[in-house]
Nanobody, 114 residues
Framework: QVQLVESGGGLVQPGGSLRLSCASA????????MGWYRQAPGKQRELVAT???????NYGDFVEDRFTISRDNAKNMVFLQMNSLKPGDTAVYYC????????WGQGTQVTVSS
């Protein structure tokens, strides 16, 4: 059973925007904090953004006010609006609970390149 499904990635030029979506099963989503993680080749997975069930958010230092995480509790979905993308944002992006469980989805590839 696929319980976390990420979508919305793609190829974008520097300065461009993407909106990522994550659909999760209720048993995973519940009322727990959710997060977006990313992993670039040769690098460790890092936390991009988090959001609590009440809508409180936190972001990694590298976000620099460029991204916005949001969630729809009724639909068990979490989103990541990414603006002003940089080549350094290139990675596979995943959603998961915070702290992360071992139930990872396939991720969605974000490539920022000219």
């Amino acid at each position: 059973q696929v319980q976390l499904v990420e979508s919305g990635g793609g190829l974008v030029q520097p300065g461009g925007s993407l909106r990522l979506s994550c659909a999760s099963a209720a048993i995973i989503f519940t009322s727990s904090p959710m997060g977006w993680y990313r992993q670039a080749p040769g690098k460790q997975r890092e936390l991009v953004a988090t959001i609590t069930s009440g809508g409180r958010t936190n972001y990694g230092d590298f976000v620099e006010d460029r991204f916005t995480i949001s969630r729809d509790n009724a639909k068990n979905m979490v989103f990541l609006q990414m603006n002003s993308l940089k080549p350094g944002d290139t990675a596979v992006y995943y959603c998961n609970l915070v702290p992360a469980t071992n139930y990872w989805g396939q991720g969605t590839q974000v490539t920022v390149s000219s």
